[in-house]
Structure formats: C-alpha cells, structure tokens
C-alpha cells in the first residue's frame, strides 16, 4: 500500500522550531513532487513549499520564506519541513503530499500550534 505517515508538531512559543517528518512507503519520494500544505482554522489550505528531487529549485510561500526549509533522506524516504522562527500565525495543520502522473497521495496531518 502507498502512503505517507507524518509525525513531528506539537505545541511550541512563538520564535521556537519544530520540525515535521513525512515517511513514504509503498513508492520512492524521488519520482514524485512533494510539497507541504496548511490549512489553519476557518481558512482555506496553502501550499507553502514544494520541491522535486531532479529541480534545484525549491519553492517557498513568501510567508514562510527564510523560516522553513525543506530536506529529504533518501536513504529513509523521508521528507523534512524545517520549521524555525515559528508565528502564531503558523498555526494550522500540516499536510505532506507527493504527486505524479502515476499518483497523489496525502499524508494524515499534523497539528502545530504556536503560542504568542
């Protein structure tokens, strides 16, 4: 079976850092575009990064830009969102996602709240 399990986030104070996992199993992170999305209460999800293991280029949302980072392990199949400088306004539930032509697939959430 195919799927991405997340685990990371929590409770933290503002200016602290989290760091979110996202494990596939089932299919190889390198064949896919990951990103990581948010959807915080009463608004609409955001896709705030995004990379492909064959881009240099990776994106960030302007609002997380310089904040947060995206790495992988290859070895583990497992993609990172560094999370530093964290706001209030960051919190929300963090979704990761890889995609293809072949597929989508979401992991579970996780929730990050950041107190002020």
Not at 49 to 78: E, H, L, M, Q
Not at 88 to 96: F, G, N
Request: with cysteine.
């Amino acid at each position: 079976e195919k799927q991405l399990v997340q685990s990371g986030g929590g409770l933290v104070q503002a200016g602290g850092s989290l760091t979110l996992s996202c494990v596939a199993s089932g299919f190889r992170f390198d064949d896919y575009a990951i990103g990581w999305i948010r959807q915080a209460p009463e608004k609409a999800r955001e896709g705030i990064a995004c990379f492909k293991s064959s881009n240099p280029n990776t994106y960030y949302k302007d609002s997380v830009k310089g904040r947060f980072t995206i790495s992988s392990d290859n070895s583990r199949n497992t993609v990172y969102l560094h999370m530093n400088t964290l706001k209030p306004d960051d919190t929300a539930v963090y979704y990761c996602n890889a995609r293809n032509w072949a597929g989508n697939y979401w992991g579970q959430g996780t929730q990050v709240t950041v107190s002020s």
